[in-house]
């Protein structure tokens, strides 16, 4: 979801953000197939370095 509209991906996926400063960055991935059935990841962590 990028500012509140949802993105269409298949198996694999990346996103590019701009702002994004040093230190830990946490997120969650939302789901649903085609099913409609639907899921939400557990929050996330990663460190970036600039």
Same mark, same amino acid.
């Given at each position: 979801? %990028?500012? *509140?509209?949802? #993105?269409?991906? %298949?198996?694999?996926?990346?996103?590019?953000?701009?702002?994004?400063?040093?230190?830990?960055?946490?997120?969650?991935?939302?789901?649903? #197939?085609? %099913? *409609?059935?639907?899921?939400? %990841?557990?929050?996330?962590?990663?460190?970036?370095?600039?």
């Amino acid at each position: 979801m %990028s500012n *509140g509209t949802p #993105d269409t991906f %298949s198996l694999a996926w990346f996103r590019n953000h701009t702002g994004i400063v040093s230190g830990n960055q946490s997120f969650k991935v939302y789901a649903n #197939d085609t %099913s *409609g059935n639907m899921g939400v %990841s557990s929050v996330r962590t990663i460190n970036v370095t600039l």
